[in-house]
Each structure stands twice: as structure tokens, then as C-alpha cells.
């Protein structure tokens, strides 16, 4: 599944596209994804503006002129594909050519832009578990889809001492608790892996264990907050990972993949300088966990 990195990458992708964009025509063409479309859905987007594209989670929002907002979750499978009239290709070293399976083209949106350029972006998902649904903006936060989100792993909030509050007392193991959207949105099993290596610390322990009932924070609450935040920043900043089906909005591969330091290499040395360790595997809640026994403590 697309994680955070993948998910903020497809919105600037976008964003250049679609924000200030008129939505003149939608072609809905299949009642359901994951979820039924909502009712109306072609009547209520079409004619309106696209004032602006935010992200929660791994969650895109699509806000409009006036309500509704547009939720949108790209499940396993699914991807925004941007086509101009121009047919402009963005050229690259990961670049794959746009998917050609029309059948798995769900939602078409004609777009045409202040400068009178047109275009359609298209949602495309073969396995159907991404969805669309609608908010009001007054109650957005309060949507189920939503609600009860914790802190984005991307600012300067995710700190030591807001780990410590977070998992003081917990027992359940560090990377069950890194997982629970409750708690820190957006981390998923990738990164979790990669952030858990380069903070040193071992998947299997106790989350309450790097927490503190009597200071605010603790050196590994703080290391862990700094390798969150790094993490997240530089698989942005590389375009995500491409696993499997993945592909960003302009249907060029992201290449982080590239620069695992744990995540699928089960078997190869650790890269930790003055580790003599190798990266092993253990299933955690029915998902591979990749990591190094020997540096991870």
C-alpha cells in the first residue's frame, strides 16, 4: 500500500494541475470502489473549482469552491494519472510509460486550468480498494474517515517528549505502537522498518520501555522523534518507493526503494558503520519486519 512519502509525492504531483482548475465534466464509471461512490457525485463536482489539495495521513483532500470536500484514499492499487492535451511526458530515469488498462479507470475528471489549458486526471485502481467520499469542510476533522488521526509524523510537533507522552506505559511492541494511526498517522510497515534501523532500536521491545514516567522525554524518544522526521523527509524528497504497482501521478517510479537500509534485504550485512550484523526477518502482526539483531536494541 502506497505509504505517507507516496501519498504527499501523487499531491504535488497534482497540485500544479488541479488547483485553481475548473471541473467541467466528471465521468464516474463504475457505482463502487471500495465504498459506493456518493450520491450525486458527478452532479456535485462538476462546474466547480478546485481551490486547493491537502493531505491527512495518507489521505488526499480535494477542497473546492464550496463544499463538499473530496476524500480520497488510494488503497492498494490506485493512482491518479494526469494527461494534458499537449501530451506531455515527463522524462526520467524511473519513468514508466501511463497505464493503458483503460477497464481499470474508475473516475475521470476534465479539468481545464485559469490559463484555459485542459486537461483529465484520471483515478485508476485494478484492485478496487481505493475510494471517494464526500465531507462537509466544517466537519472534515470530524469525518470517520478522519477522526481520532494522531500527530503527522512531518513537523516539528512529533517530538521526544510527545513520543514519551504517547508511549509511556505501553506494552505492546515499538513497532505495533509506530504502526497505530491513533498514536502517529501515516507510518506504515516500510518505513517503520527503515525509521526503527536508524534510530537503533529493536522492533520486538516494549514500546513503554524507550518512555519515561518521570522526565518529559528520554535519549531514545528523542532519537526516535529525529529518525521519524528524517525517514519521512527524505522519502519525500526521493518521490517514495515503488513496490509492485505504485506509480506517481505524472507515472514516473519512485526510487527510494533504492536506499533501504533494512526493508527486503533479509540476509545482506548490516550497513551500520562498525556493525558486524546482518539484517534479519520476523513476522509482527502478520507483516514482515526487517532488522538487524545485532545494533537494534
Not at 128 to 153: I, K, N, T, W
Not at 204 to 217: N, Q, V
Request: with cysteine.
Amino acid at each position: 500500500m502506497p505509504e505517507l512519502p507516496e501519498v504527499e509525492t501523487v499531491r504535488r504531483g497534482l497540485q500544479p494541475v488541479m488547483e485553481g482548475a475548473l471541473i467541467e465534466r466528471v465521468e464516474q464509471r463504475r457505482p463502487d470502489l471500495r465504498f459506493p461512490f456518493p450520491e450525486r457525485f458527478v452532479e456535485r463536482l462538476t462546474g466547480r473549482t478546485i481551490a486547493a489539495i491537502s493531505r491527512r495521513a495518507k489521505y488526499l483532500t480535494f477542497h473546492l469552491d464550496e463544499d463538499p470536500v473530496l476524500i480520497s484514499h488510494l488503497g492498494m492499487s490506485g493512482s491518479f494519472r494526469i494527461e494534458m492535451d499537449e501530451a506531455i511526458e515527463t522524462p526520467g530515469r524511473f519513468h514508466q510509460e501511463r497505464s493503458k488498462a483503460v477497464v481499470h479507470d474508475h473516475a475521470v475528471f476534465h479539468l481545464r486550468s485559469p490559463t484555459g489549458a485542459a486537461s483529465r486526471i484520471i483515478f485508476n485502481d485494478p484492485r478496487r480498494f481505493g475510494f471517494m467520499l464526500f465531507s462537509d469542510a466544517a466537519a472534515l476533522q470530524q469525518h470517520p474517515m478522519l477522526a481520532g488521526l494522531g500527530v503527522e509524523p512531518t513537523g516539528n510537533s512529533l517530538d521526544g517528549a510527545l513520543i514519551n507522552a504517547l508511549f509511556k506505559d505501553r506494552r505492546a511492541p515499538l513497532k505495533a505502537a509506530l504502526l497505530d494511526q491513533r498514536l502517529i498517522a501515516g507510518l506504515g510497515n516500510i518505513y517503520v522498518c527503515e525509521v526503527l534501523w536508524r534510530a537503533g532500536l529493536s522492533p520486538k521491545r516494549a514500546a513503554g520501555s524507550i518512555a519515561s514516567s518521570r522526565r518529559a522525554s528520554t535519549p531514545r524518544t528523542e532519537t526516535l522523534a529525529l529518525a521519524i522526521r528524517g525517514v519521512i523527509a527524505d522519502a519525500i524528497a526521493a518521490g517514495g518507493s515503488s513496490l509492485r504497482d505504485y506509480v506517481h501521478a505524472d507515472g514516473s517510479l519512485g526510487y527510494f526503494q533504492h536506499r533501504f537500509d533494512v526493508y527486503d534485504r533479509q540476509g545482506e550485512p548490516c550497513r551500520r558503520d562498525g556493525c558486524s550484523g546482518s539484517i534479519g526477518r520476523i513476522v509482527q502482526s502478520g507483516r514482515s519486519t526487517f532488522y538487524c539483531g545485532a545494533c537494534q536494541r
